[in-house]
């Protein structure tokens, strides 16, 4: 069949809605919403016809059509093969938005999915904290209004050593607040280097500029030296700071200035110095796990006036800033307007708390804060539970073998620090389809799942998996390959 009758024998909405075979869809949702997924349904085979990436049962269906004939039979036929799609976009449009998806890329903190996935102590914890009232603004001793802070400051300040703290709902947020309190109106010095761009296309300058305060670059893309810090600063000059260079990596004939040693030129000038840490590496051994990623504590040893990092990467909690330092400035922080705007709200309260509590005890961490169970799982752990997940694969006729791939942190967390891993790679052509075409697939199931595409193979890689959820893609991954065998 030519491509101008594959379009001719596409059927009509209104001869779809007629059928017998939609009857009892009718019944569960509106004609609005049938009248919308087939709308989307026939969009999307169009798109198929017009590219020549014909899924295999599309076009062995359209084989056994007799384009001439126009009439009830034809729609009958189109409603019965479309039935399972129909029904897979009515659920897919009628459910929830914001869904759980199974992670089965490797990339520990993905960005696109939600970065670090809380623990079951800190999901209840939120969980008993919204079915009922909370005392998130209430002193329970003294009976009258109390801080926001007040579960978070102590815990931050016990954990760090710092004099205070304060939380706000992300790092950005963090970084904007401190330079419009500190530095409104003067000038503050930045190492070329770092004038970063975080996701989303928002760079540090940017932030600058909506903080109104005025930025000084020194030094050049790989070199900067204490003299261009020295000669840079002026009496309009009101801070000096250092962003982590946390999503990427510059190598070669390069040099940077330590915290420490920019913390002793702001001392001796009488400037604050505010390190930008962005990851909040706070794991104890953390040095054994990312060796080159600086952690908090680093930062920490830096004697920096006031530090900030982000929650939801390498802390392992929900979204959030966090800025612990000097009792001062904090104060000033919290009186600032922007705060108000950058508060936090009681989900997040009651996830960093149980979080942070976890801290308390390093024993814990592996237990609770499920970034480190993923991070520190061997690779002989990975490979058994491959095997297993293959056996099972194979016992229905799924062929599948283990490759080795790479594991990395990813959120903008420890750039280039990649590490050993392993996968389980399908090949789609065993059943006469495409990497991409079966990808998509994956992402339409309940739960979605997430892989990744290597030279028209689906990798599917267990390390973020939890081992509840593996019963799920195996099921999925069946559900498709059996389909269409």
Known sequence: MSKENWLRALPGIDSLLRSESMQHLRS???????????????????????????????????????????????SEAWA????????????????????????????????NLGRAPLGDLAA?????????????????????????????????????????????????????LILNELAEGKEVIVSRSELVEIGGAFRVPDVMLKANCRLREVGTTNKTHDYDYERAINPETALILKVHQSNFRITGFYSELEAKELAQIAERHELPFVYDLGSGLLHPEAKRLLPE????????????????????????????????????YIERLKKNPYTRAFRIDKMVVSALEAVLRAYLDPERLKLELPIFAFLEKSLAELESRSDIFIDRLEAQGVEASLVSS????????????????????????????????????????????????????????LR?????????????????FAKNS
Do not use: M, W
């Open 124 to 176: 209840r914890h939120v969980y008993e904290s919204l079915i009922s009232y909370s005392n998130l603004e209430y002193d329970l001793a003294a009976g009258e209004r109390g801080e926001r802070y007040q579960a978070l400051e102590p815990l931050l300040a016990r954990l760090t050593g710092q004099e205070a703290a304060l939380v706000v709902n992300n790092n950005a947020a963090a970084v904007l």
């Open 28 to 74: 569960g949702y509106s004609e609005r919403a049938l009248t919308d997924a087939l709308r989307n349904i026939l969009q999307d085979l169009r798109q198929q016809l017009l590219s020549d990436e014909l899924a295999l049962d599309l076009e062995n269906f359209l084989l056994t059509l007799d384009i001439e004939k126009k009439d009830c039979s034809q």
């Open 80 to 111: 019965d093969f479309l039935r399972p799609r129909i029904k897979s976009e009515l659920s897919l449009n009628e459910g929830f938005s914001f869904r759980p998806v199974i992670n089965a890329t490797g990339v520990i903190l993905h960005t």
């Open 406 to 461: 790479e594991g990395e942190i990813g959120g903008g967390s420890a750039p280039g620090q990649a590490f050993p891993s392993c996968a389980i790679a399908l090949d789609p052509a065993q059943i006469g389809r495409s990497a991409a075409e079966v990808e998509a697939e994956l992402r339409q199931q309940d739960p979605p799942i997430v892989a990744c595409i290597r030279k028209d193979c689906l990798l599917f890689d």
């Open 464 to 480: 973020c998996v939890r081992e509840d959820e593996e019963e799920e893609l195996c099921r999925s991954i069946l559900k498709i």
């Open 293 to 328: 990623e600086p952690s908090v504590r680093d930062a920490l040893n830096s004697k920096a006036d006031l530090i900030c990092f982000s929650g939801d990467k390498l802390l392992g909690g929900p979204q959030a800033g966090i800025i612990v330092g000097k009792k001062k």
